[in-house]
């Protein structure tokens, strides 16, 4: 069987888009400065520089998990979250990529990062392009990104990409680390460009099992007969009735 090519095929074009991609750092660092935050905005910084280099710009928002501890903990017991832990989840719904970063203790991720991961909705990075990066105090811990970050971010169905990052002290000045963290960029800005992620959560969104009263972006397309903002699907939903006093239209 012969294949010819097509001459008139053309490339694939970058997405069109109103505004700059919007990517979210997401660190479980706990220290001051942390090295997972620092290994996460090499990679952020790399990536807006390769969405730069091919005329498409982005900007880059940060949420470290430290300070959201004791409502992270709250939200795996109530289950729903604190009003600034729900903040981040909406603004990881609405980013077009996440870059995430965790220490890794005892052989494995970080507790707090696992239980950041717990709360969130499971249709919320559907199709939605990530890095996942690890440090550690030794490079024995190296596989802990690909056996356990990857298979957890699996899970999520979100579209991780080929290279992870880890960082040990020893490879902060290594030429290797650089590479990967280029490598890393690179891949992410491609998604992005191509608008891979969007399409694939567009073409089959309903087919995919969704959270009542989620915080996904596209819920209004499969629940768009549902009105969530009454005081009773408020409740249902597990966040409490509005007052009054908010209902009450100003004067």
Do not use: C
């Not at 700059?20 to 400065?33: I, N, Q, T, W, Y």
């Not at 969007?198 to 989620?214: K, L, V």
């Not at 972006?217 to 009454?230: H, I, L, N, P, Q």
């Amino acid at each position: 069987m012969r294949i010819e090519s097509n001459p008139n095929r053309r490339e694939t074009e970058p997405e069109q888009r109103d505004g700059p991609f919007r990517l979210v750092v997401v660190s479980a660092g706990v220290g001051d400065p942390s090295s997972s935050r620092r290994l996460a905005d090499r990679i952020a910084q790399k990536t807006l520089d390769s969405l730069a280099n091919a005329g498409t710009p982005g900007t880059v928002s940060v949420v470290e998990l430290g300070p959201l501890a004791v409502e992270i903990a709250q939200a795996m017991v109530a289950g729903f979250p604190g009003e600034r832990l729900q903040e981040v989840i909406e603004r990881l719904a609405a980013a077009d990529a996440v870059i995430a970063s965790t220490p890794v203790y005892k052989a494995g991720i970080s507790g707090l990062f696992k239980s950041f991961v717990d709360v969130l909705d499971n249709d919320l990075l559907l199709a939605k392009p990530i890095v996942l990066a690890a440090t550690a105090g030794s490079s024995r811990h190296a596989l802990v990104v690909d056996d356990q970050m990857r298979p957890l971010f699996a899970y999520l169905r979100a579209l991780t990409v080929p290279t992870s990052v880890f960082a040990a002290p020893e490879d902060w000045a290594a030429p290797d680390l650089i590479a990967r963290i280029e490598r890393a960029a690179n891949e992410l800005a491609v998604l992005l460009r191509s608008g891979a992620g969007r399409m694939i959560a567009d073409g089959a969104w309903s087919g995919y099992q969704h959270q009542f009263a989620g915080n996904a972006t596209r819920a209004e397309r499969v629940t768009s007969d549902v009105d969530f903002s009454s005081s009773l699907m408020l409740l249902a939903a597990g966040g409490g009735t509005r007052s009054r006093r908010a209902e009450e239209p100003a004067a």
